[in-house]
């Protein structure tokens, strides 16, 4: 799966636009888009033969001819919009934002008119968003009712691995969400592999968690683990559904499955230390891997080429021992 990702295809959502990983001198050929997200260098090429059932913001500002929203109008993590940043910077066109300033007054609507996610209602700040209570408050209400449903997933023996999502070594994802704000959990390997589980406990609202420390724990029966912090920040809200009841994690561990949402002052550098893509299949694979070899060492030989790992698994092979697989996959990756 993680080599159909490598050599790039055409996005399933909104069919605006194809793309592919690229190489450090992609960066400079003029032909097609570049950036660079999650220390990988993406080209994206707009598709004019798609239909343009949600326009993407440079499109409607008339920048671009086409362009299609393929990443839910979330501008922050998508590889397209830092592509046209760049070009920007580099002088090569105008933002957005520049192409709305140049209509007439009435003709200067709010992005999220430009986007449909609301009736018309022109620009009272000439699009410095940032500055704007409406769009503050806008953004915060539509991330609380936004689905948290995955755009991509992959499939790794068994596994489910969402594309777009940043992962820690210790079994945890971050979704990069408005602003400084991220959204993390608990991934499918390790729900799959120690859960179903009796309730996750988490700092409380305001408290600081250190990525790498031991500030989240999981309980199953008489057992309970640490996990590590995926990123550094302060816990703005949890979920409280988890906290009762930790089972609540097995149905979609990336969507109703979240732990809590938190304010990272630093995030770029906490990103640093997380992998994506390309980088989270490969680790994938070798914590399957590794799972495989202690299977075989304490129950015997499985399917030649590994199978697919069931779910609940401690349970059906108790001789694993659960406190073992904890600390050996959500511990031992400091």
Not at 74 to 87: H, Q
Request: neutral net charge; contains cysteine; glycine residues 8%.
């Amino acid at each position: 799966m993680a080599k159909d990702i490598e050599k790039g295809k055409r996005s399933r959502l909104g069919y605006g636009s194809s793309y592919r990983l690229g190489r450090e001198s992609d960066l400079d050929q003029n032909a097609d888009i570049s950036t660079v997200l999650g220390r990988q260098v993406w080209v994206i090429k707009p598709d004019k033969k798609a239909s343009v059932e949600n326009p993407c913001v440079w499109m409607q500002a008339g920048v671009v001819e086409f362009k299609s929203c393929n990443n839910y109008y979330d501008c922050t993590t998508c590889k397209y919009d830092l592509g046209m940043k760049k070009r920007v910077g580099q002088g090569k066109q105008i933002s957005w934002q520049d192409a709305m300033r140049r209509r007439s007054g009435l003709k200067r609507i709010c992005r999220h008119s430009l986007t449909g996610r609301i009736e018309m209602r022109q620009c009272a700040y000439d699009y410095e968003c940032s500055h704007c209570d409406f769009d503050q408050f806008f953004e915060e209400v539509w991330a609380s009712k936004a689905e948290l449903i995955p755009k991509e997933a992959e499939d790794i023996r068994g596994f489910r691995v969402p594309l777009g999502y940043y992962f820690h070594s210790g079994h945890t994802w971050v979704k990069v969400e408005e602003k400084k704000s991220v959204r993390i959990g608990i991934d499918d390997f390790a729900i799959r592999v120690l859960g179903p589980l009796d309730k996750i406990t988490m700092p409380l609202i305001g408290k600081e968690i250190e990525q790498g420390r031991r500030d989240i724990s999981i309980c199953k029966g008489e057992y309970k683990a640490p996990v590590l912090s995926p990123v550094s920040g302060v816990v703005t809200s949890m979920n409280l559904e988890l906290m009762e009841q930790g089972s609540h994690a097995v149905g979609d561990p990336y969507a109703d499955g979240w732990a809590m949402t938190v304010h990272c002052p630093d995030l770029k550098q906490s990103l640093k230390a997380l992998m994506i893509s390309g980088e989270t299949m490969a680790y994938m694979e070798n914590e399957i891997n590794r799972l495989v070899s202690i299977i075989e060492e304490t129950v015997g030989p499985i399917a030649a080429d590994g199978g697919i790992i069931a779910p609940d698994l401690c349970d059906n092979m108790p001789e694993l021992k659960w406190k073992r697989l904890a600390e050996i996959f959500l511990t031992r990756s400091e």
